[in-house]
């Protein structure tokens, strides 16, 4: 196919690309609109050590270690008991998670729920128990620059995680005008072996049009006449 015939089918039919762009866009937006918003507080913990090179190694090792104590049963029972919340661990734990990062010596805690205050104060008291941790095993050392500290970076500030209007519109918007040029061209292979331009027999035939009898139309008589004609049987 042409760029010639690609742009004349686009400029028949190109409108059934663009209605079902904006019904999908239109539905997106809708079932966006429908969903009931979750927020997502955030809060980093910052690991601080000695500055040398063998206990900032152990330190990285250290972070997955950290991560997996804060990320159970009874450190989410601790938040529970802390901030009154009606809900199991396994409940709280399945609205958290919690990441290392080991280039930036940063823990990361994100926490979703469908209040963005109630996703504040969960992040909050959880990177408070982690400092509070820290700080009860620090005692234990007898040597204070062996001590790992944890601190608090920003206090936790809650945003919306979903749904996404703008991204899910748009989405829809270019995965309807997708889909709707894969209808304008199978529409346009179903009628391929129709004729019904002087263009189409041009193509069709390779032979140039000289000609053509226009349609003439009927008056009144001469249509009952051609109507009672084809029907006839």
Do not use: C
């Amino acid at each position: 196919m042409s760029l010639r015939d690609t742009i004349r089918i686009l400029r028949r039919r190109g409108w059934i690309a663009l209605l079902i762009a904006v019904l999908t866009a239109l539905a997106a937006f809708g079932f966006s609109r429908m969903q009931t918003p979750i927020y997502k507080s955030t809060v980093l913990l910052s690991i601080n050590m000695r500055p040398d090179l063998g206990q900032t190694q152990a330190t990285k090792n250290l972070l997955r270690n950290y991560a997996a104590n804060m990320y159970s049963v009874p450190w989410a029972q601790q938040v529970i008991d802390r901030l009154q919340l009606d809900m199991t661990p396994d409940a709280l734990k399945s609205q958290v998670t919690i990441a290392p990062d080991e280039s930036r010596f940063v823990i990361q805690i994100d926490v979703k729920d469908y209040n963005p205050d109630q996703a504040n104060r969960i992040a909050q008291a959880w990177a408070d128990l982690t400092v509070e941790w820290r700080s009860q095993e620090n005692q234990r050392l007898l040597q204070k620059q062996d001590w790992v500290d944890a601190a608090i970076i920003e206090p936790p500030k809650a945003s919306l995680y979903s749904p996404q209007t703008k991204i899910n519109t748009a989405a829809g918007f270019i995965l309807g005008g997708i889909v709707g040029i894969f209808v304008v061209f199978g529409l346009e292979w179903i009628e391929s072996g129709v004729v019904r331009t002087p263009e189409d027999m041009e193509r069709f035939a390779g032979l140039t049009v000289l000609g053509a009898i226009p349609a003439i139309p009927l008056d009144g008589t001469e249509r009952l006449a051609h109507r009672s004609k084809t029907t006839k049987p």
